[in-house]
């Protein structure tokens, strides 16, 4: 593993030493990345070395902080072809600890937490990043502060109470839940590990793109759709790929267009992107059936836009209705049960290979892409139940669907 240069705020440029625990600039509150010697690595660490390493993110160790890992078995998941789409993959992120991608951020701001020496972990969750952070706070000793809106999927509230975490919800959303964090933290002496307010988290996250690299033999695909909620898994990628350049790993391909995937309930990324603005507004009213996608201001919203511009990317919202038929979709044509949010990939898929009167379609049926399922449909059980779906009838002691 590396060690961690120090910490570069994404706005104004400032350095920040990597031996302290940080949140955010304190000078203008941008985004922190943490920088490694990509210089020296880039004649040691070259992508032939990855191949008999363990099939978790700390293969890619070289361009991770040197920490002792806490690790669960974390990525690596795996990369499937479509069985409806010629060109597309379906990168099946449901696999991993606590069923969604949010284990891979966790597994490395919870290893270096641990590192520095701090010993209560505090988080406002949609859902899934709760569960993660209350598993790999188990796993590493930590105690656990976990604040999630009151309907959040029941998988998510249960997950906490086993992984033995302090829960609280919050008759709210997540923008609410960070307020209660960032009021209390000081004086309960907990370390804020909200999406974005600590580096670490998008240094787990980013090993998707590399992850992408290995696993398309040393390709990157033309395009990435990806849900965003908070944008760290676009954000993270995007981090990664300019390693990979500094590395000398993308020689003679140009990197994917990103497309930001979000629900038409909660849409702020959509509608600052279609208002060229460079930093979106409080989404009033947020309501979908894709928790993970109920963030109605996130905080990296200036490289989000940023990314999707450089990519030449974009982004677009479906409906909840949209995204039921997508889940069922997956489920019957490719077997794979995916959380609401991934679902929204497919949805946007279709949306973008579609051609809007004369105009020639977003994306080619030549196009390699690769929709991102971020979770599995097993935690939103109950928010499948009796949506639309068939519902289970009890006659005369008979149980069976109609
Ligand atoms: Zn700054």
């Not at 641990?114 to 000793?141: D, E, F, R, T, V």
């Not at 919202?317 to 995204?323: K, S």
């Given at each position: ?37 990509l210089r020296s690595l880039k004649t040691n660490f070259t992508p032939d070395l990855l191949a008999d390493r ?5 293969r890619y160790r070289e361009v ?146 590399y992850?992408?690299f290995e696993?398309?033999d040393g ?24 390693e990979m350049e500094q590395l000398g790993w993308l020689t ?151």
């Amino acid at each position: 593993m590396s060690k961690v240069i120090h910490l570069e705020c994404t706005r104004c440029g400032s350095d920040l030493p990597a031996d302290k625990p940080q949140n955010v600039c304190p000078k203008d509150g941008g985004v922190l990345f943490a920088r490694y010697d990509l210089r020296s690595l880039k004649t040691n660490f070259t992508p032939d070395l990855l191949a008999d390493r363990s099939a978790t993110l700390w293969r890619y160790r070289e361009v991770l902080p040197d920490v002792g890992p806490i690790s669960l078995g974390e990525g690596f998941t795996p990369l499937l072809p479509s069985r409806e789409f010629r060109n597309v993959w379906i990168k099946d992120e449901g696999l991993n600890p606590t069923g969604s991608f949010k284990a891979r951020g966790v597994s490395v701001a919870v290893s270096v937490a641990k590192s520095l020496g701090i010993k209560k972990i505090a988080m406002p969750s949609a859902g899934n990043a709760g569960s993660a952070l209350a598993a790999y706070a188990a796993a590493a000793g930590l105690e656990a502060h976990i604040f999630m809106p009151a309907d959040v999927p029941l998988a998510n509230r249960v997950e906490c109470e086993v992984y033995g975490a302090n829960l609280t919800l919050v008759n709210g959303l997540i923008s609410d839940c960070g307020r209660i964090v960032a009021e209390r933290k000081e004086t309960e002496g907990w370390f804020d590990v909200s999406t974005l307010k600590e580096p670490y988290r998008v240094e787990g996250k980013k090993t998707m793109a590399y992850e992408l690299f290995e696993q398309l033999d040393g390709q990157l695909p033309d395009a990435i759709i990806f849900p965003s909620g908070g944008g760290v898994g676009v954000i993270a990628m995007w981090k990664a790929f300019d390693e990979m350049e500094q590395l000398g790993w993308l020689t003679n391909q140009s990197r994917p267009r990103m497309i930001v995937a979000q629900a038409a309930g909660c849409a702020p990324i959509v509608k600052a992107w279609n208002e060229n603005k460079l930093a979106v507004e409080m989404w009033k009213d947020s309501a979908t059936v894709a928790a993970g996608l109920r963030v109605p201001k996130p905080y990296g919203d200036y490289l989000v836009l940023d990314i999707l511009r450089r990519s030449k990317g974009t982004a677009v919202a479906v409906t909840d209705d949209e995204i039921r038929t997508a889940v069922r979709d997956w489920g019957k044509h490719e077997g794979i049960f995916a959380a609401p949010e991934g679902a929204a990939s497919l949805a946007i898929y279709r949306k973008l290979r579609m051609s809007s009167g004369a105009d020639p379609p977003f994306l080619s049926e030549n196009e390699r892409v690769v929709l991102f399922n971020t979770g599995t449909g097993l935690k939103y059980l109950d928010v499948f139940q009796g949506r639309k779906h068939p519902v289970s009838r009890h006659i005369g002691g008979i149980i069976g669907p109609y």
